[in-house]
């Protein structure tokens, strides 16, 4: 025979007053086989409460509706209070709806009538309710488990119904909130939205109740305290039998702080940019010089993202010579602003010393010499970062009327003949950084009046339109031949917004420089005449160089300025040279005097005679003082002392300049046009 297994024991708790009733009800448990029932009778309630609190265990509660001065229906609520987990049946003398509709209310898992119910009723009621209490216990667990988790959560949890009711609010929002689920529980919640947003956020429930779910959103809670702050969403649905949305689950991160810091962080880099933007309009491009006479130049320059590595610089050495450098780092952005920072700054170095170091010669550093002595010492660097400079140097000779260029792997600059044909100024050498054994060398090519020089970056060309089709070389070419004869600062501007409309609407997708130089179509003469003179700044040689400017009057004005007019220059330079001793190197203490030993301070005298005028040139290394113009003229009156000097200067010439040079030095140019010019 096959082992059958044993009846369970299911624990009967019997509340009833009539003791008949509960020997029947006993006689009807034992006749069920499927299971063996140990059965407590209490008469009273009262007691049979007292041994559920004291921790009786029972499986089962046969509940009596009529109890003398208690029904069931006032007893049920406290068997419930004492034992949640333990299913109750009620039984009634009658079939009553009204108290069957109440006793499940309160608590009853089923109820029956007293004498309709035999064994397999009662047997199958018992399993009902177990069943069903069972599973009632375990959907308890299950949101306790659920909730627990729910309110330990560091996320914000919130539930909705369509129409925007709270239904769930876990314990993080009512940490970040300030306001409790008891408070908000069928509240709509578009009370903790700022009022600006509220529209858009119940558009977005209607949009997710309608089943068009935007997973994630971005927006602000207002808290019971009136502080925002910014939450980020993520959505999903409940939905009932027929997949209609009946609830939305919202869960949410705060991210204030975060925002607070990407925004600082954000401010941080654009004070960064802005500072960037700053130093590379100071360290990295030069303005163009306003004040060579035969020749003006216009510059450009746009950077892709605010700061970037195209560089340009002007060396400005005297009226007749004059380097342009145009260059560009390998890369974008403040690192390539900083390498062509140490770059720009490299050359500005190696000019003024070979400048220095070549005054015993009497000569000028050639372009190939300074690219050679940044590339010796900048290469090194280059290897070590990774990258490289592309660069081109040119120098523009105006007495020799000839441009000397080196190039380092930059776009081959453009030069427009204005009596032949228009010609690429190539070069062989590669960018600096490259090759430590490269040896730059230098081209020279001829250039005559109205000719155009046209430098520019990669930038320029390389730009594309939305189709991908790059500027190109031969389109900028067009565009300079088009715009030639228009003044270098209009060309310049004009070519780069001409490539930035060719391009994609306002994306810079490299930096974009260029510099235009152009010959005057009526260059000043060639020098006829040069003589150069250094004396040191002390008084005892004033007369000296007196004498030097007359001699040298004389030798080259002879047939053009009469006696005179040279008398009158000569005291002019007289004039100037004094106040240069008094204002540009005044004495350290009062006790020493102006005229005291300065060794290594000297004046440099330039006299250049021409076919219609003559320029004296006197240059020094002192304190800059006050431009001439801003020098008000002498009262004769004798009300304010000052002004005689220069007004004397004044009526000696016909034109007269004060700056300080790009190396530091203090220039006063005296030009005197001649009565009688020579043909």
Known sequence: MENTPAPSLIRVLLIDDDEEDYLITRELLSEIETARFAVTWFANPDVALRELQDGALFDICLLDYRM?????????????????????????????????????????SDFLVKGEADAILLERSIRYAMRQKRTEE???????????????????????????????????????????????????????????????????????????????RENDWLTRSGERRRIVFNNTCLTDRDGNVEYVVSSGIDVTDQRRAEAALAEARERELEVGAS??????????????????????????????????????????CVDVLVGDV?????????????????FQRAVRRLVHDLIPF?????????????????????????????????????????????DCGHPAPLHFDATGPFRKLGGENVPLGLCLEERYRQRTVPFGPDDLFFFYS???????DPEETPFGVERLIASVERLRHCAPA??????????????????????????????ARDPMPASRMVRHKEVPARLEYLDEARDFVEAALQEGTADGLTQDEIFRLVLASHEAITNILRHAYPPDDADVAPDSDRPSETIRIEVQCFTDRVILDLRDTGVAFYPPERIPPPILDGTREGGFGLFLIREAVDDMLYRRDDFGRNLLRLTKNYTHPSI
């Open 362 to 406: 009497g000569r000028l550093p050639e372009p190939q010499e300074i690219v050679e002595a940044v590339h010796r010492a900048l290469t090194p660097e280059l290897y070590r970062l990774c990258s490289f400079v592309t660069l081109s140097y040119t120098r523009f000779d105006l007495q020799r009327r000839q441009a000397t260029f080196v």
């Open 458 to 464: 990669d930038g320029l060309f390389e730009t594309t």
């Open 279 to 320: 130093i590379q309009k100071t360290l990295l491009v030069r303005s163009a010089p306003t004040h060579i006479p035969g020749v003006t130049f216009g510059a450009f320059t746009r950077a892709a993202q605010r700061v970037g590595g195209d560089y340009l610089d002007f060396f400005v050495y005297d009226d007749r």
């Open 68 to 108: 003398g001065r208690r029904n069931g229906l006032d007893v049920l609520p406290e068997i419930v209070a004492a034992c949640s987990a333990i299913p109750i049946i009620l039984l009634t003398g009658q079939n009553d709806s009204h108290v069957d509709r109440e006793a499940v209310r309160r608590g009853a």
């Open 138 to 216: 375990e959907l308890r667990q299950q949101r306790t488990f659920v909730s627990a988790v729910l309110d330990t959560a560091g996320a914000l949890v919130l539930v909705v119904d369509r129409e925007g009711r709270i239904v769930r609010f876990n314990r993080a929002c009512e940490r970040l909130s300030g306001y409790s689920f008891a408070e908000l529980e069928g509240e709509n919640f578009d009370l903790l939205l700022p009022p600006e947003m509220k529209t858009s956020v119940m558009d977005t429930l209607a949009r997710l109740v309608a089943g068009d779910f935007p997973y994630q």
């Open 490 to 519: 209009e060309i310049a501007s004009s070519v780069c917004a001409e490539v930035e409309a060719f391009g994609v609407d306002g994306l810079i997708d490299d930096d974009r420089t260029c510099v235009v130089v152009k010959i």
């Open 330 to 346: 390998m890369g974008k952005g403040v690192p390539a602003a900083l390498l062509a920072a140490a770059t720009k700054n490299h």
